[in-house]
């Protein structure tokens, strides 16, 4: 990773060489703090106890702009146990749906916890760097991931990059793809609109690896670690997107 340049109000050139973390809990602590911000995912809680049998505390618990489950797990440096870890938690969560949907209850209220969106658990990773070995792995696992690394700048500044985002979807066809999200037949709509829509859809699919499609009943999301468009269900006249 090159060096930052920061430039200050007397025209002056500061160097700022990227740095890990002192302790893990200082990035947990910064990424908590802002974590809608960063990554588009609401906090809930914070070393989260899985009970005396499960026996384990996961780092962060949130719930994304669509309403789907977040685990966040983080690492200092490399560590490819951090992977198999939020996967462990992943796990656990998907078999306490009811104690989840209560926690989202008291911190973002009923409604809410009434919207939560199981079809689409995520994991996120966020660690010092990861090898080209946790990269295949996510790629084998049928789960939502996204692996971010970081680094620290100075006292102040934290850089985030998204090293792999995998949906857990097997790529298919088109037609069986919008089937499989659970999409109403585009061609339940008339025209050209249909048509733009079909269009629309491919592009964004198309934008790179690690774009996933999320199906609310209000807009259909395409995601790459957070939203990044969003599309309502076409009207007469319009597609708004």
Known sequence: ?????LYNTN???TEVAPRLADAE???QSIVEGNMEKFLGVRFL???????????????????DENGAPVVVEYKRGVDSGVINQGLFYLGWLMDHRAEFQHLVRDRLGAT??????????RLICVAG??????VHAVREHRRSIDLVRYRFFGKDLIGLETVASVTGRTPAPKQVRQRAAGLPPVRAHS????ELAEAVDEVLLGLGDGVSRVQRKQYRAYQRLRNFAC???????????
Request: proline share 8%; with cysteine; hydrophobic share 40%.
């Open 129 to 134: 760097d990861f090898t080209r070995y946790d």
């Open 11 to 13: 025209g002056g050139v």
């Open 25 to 27: 809990a200082d990035v």
């Open 1 to 5: 990773m090159p060096d930052l340049k």
């Open 191 to 194: 025209g050209v609109l249909a």
């Open 45 to 63: 809680a914070s070393e989260y106890s899985t009970g005396p049998v499960h026996g384990g505390r996961i780092d962060s618990l949130g719930l």
């Open 231 to 241: 599309v309502c269900p076409p009207q007469k006249t319009k597609l708004l997107v």
């Open 112 to 121: 809410t916890a009434a919207q939560v969106l199981w079809s689409a658990p």
